[in-house]
């Protein structure tokens, strides 16, 4: 269960970290390349974190699942 939860607040953080608003300013030295990388990257990440943690709450024991969802 705690473990759901960090994947959850990771995911959040780093899809945080990845809007534009964010970015410009963390990112400011990077050239606009690798800046869209880092980006682009960070955004999947924190998608798959997200997925992640939506599939260990379904295959989770029935009452763990409930007490997750």
Known sequence: MVSVGI????????LA???DKHFKRVA???N????AVVQTTTRV???L???GSLLAAVY?????SISLV
Do not use: E, M, T
């Open 7 to 14: 994947l959850v607040i990771l995911g959040i953080a780093l």
């Open 28 to 30: 400011s030295k990077f």
């Open 60 to 64: 989770a024991p029935l009452p763990l």
């Open 45 to 47: 990440s924190g998608w």
């Open 32 to 35: 606009r390349k690798r800046r």
């Open 49 to 51: 974190l997200l997925g």
């Open 17 to 19: 970290l990845a809007s």
